[in-house]
């Protein structure tokens, strides 16, 4: 394997498969099965999950919701996604620990750094939910945040996209796909990779994002193999 410790990024509405909104069982089973072929081969495995699929701060405040409060309904969004992938992991057989930046003593752990590499060391997969709980950061830099405190080799950003394109695929028939990009193209063109924050944060401490289709069987030990897999930002 390429990567020894990865962080895997998901967003929320991932976890909804073909549904409007929520969590679709087969979904989840289906990333738990390609977590354990990387998690067989020795890959030591943190994950940061969005909460999109149930709700967004951003949304509820432009409705005249107060910002901070969304935002924290956003964050127990993540840990409830969490909880999820907790239990599709487990089903599947992997050793696994939840972690929230928020404390809910009764459905996990605090996240406690030394703690959460001392699991990783063990084998078991860590879930990270509840964002870094802080209002106005979202899961994208929570999880440049994690990547760094953890020590991990790579953010694997888990999308329905095979990639960076110079223009969203999904729209423009046109779109050019980028194989390699660095940090610095990716803000010279005003490429989303991820929101300016976490981006700065990621580039700032060196560390590569690789953004692939998650949702591609076997993908996710493609990616972690070494395979030329999606796009990869670097310096």
Not at 22 to 48: F, Q
Not at 72 to 80: E, S
Not at 88 to 110: D, F, H, W, Y
Request: no cysteine; glycine share 10%; hydrophobic share 40%.
């Amino acid at each position: 394997m390429k990567y020894k410790r990865i962080l895997l990024k998901l967003s929320g509405e991932a976890l909804m498969g073909n549904r409007q909104y929520g969590i679709d069982p087969e979904r989840l089973a289906e990333y738990a099965e390609d977590i354990k072929t990387i998690t067989d081969k020795g890959v030591e495995v943190a994950i940061v999950i969005g909460g999109g699929n149930i709700f967004r701060g951003v949304s509820g405040a432009s409705k005249g919701m107060d910002r901070v409060q969304g935002d924290h309904m956003g964050m127990l969004a993540t840990v409830i996604n969490g909880l999820a992938l907790q239990s599709a992991l487990e089903n599947a057989g992997i050793q696994t620990r939840l972690q929230s930046a928020i404390k809910i003593n009764e459905v996990a752990e605090p996240f406690i750094r030394r703690r959460a590499i001392r699991h990783l060391e063990k084998g078991r997969v860590v879930i990270f939910g509840g964002g870094t709980g802080n209002p106005y950061f979202t899961t994208d830099s929570a999880a440049v945040l994690r990547a760094i405190e953890i020590e991990a080799d790579v953010i694997l950003k888990g999308t329905r996209v095979d990639g960076i394109y110079n223009a969203d695929p999904e729209k423009d028939s046109t779109a050019v796909k980028f194989n390699f990009i660095s940090f610095d193209e990716v803000l010279k063109k005003g490429l989303k990779v991820m929101d300016t924050t976490a981006f700065t944060l990621s580039q700032e401490n060196n560390l590569p994002i690789i953004v692939f289709d998650m949702n591609k069987k076997g993908n996710l030990l493609k990616v972690v193999s070494g395979e030329k897999i999606g796009t990869e930002v670097n310096i």
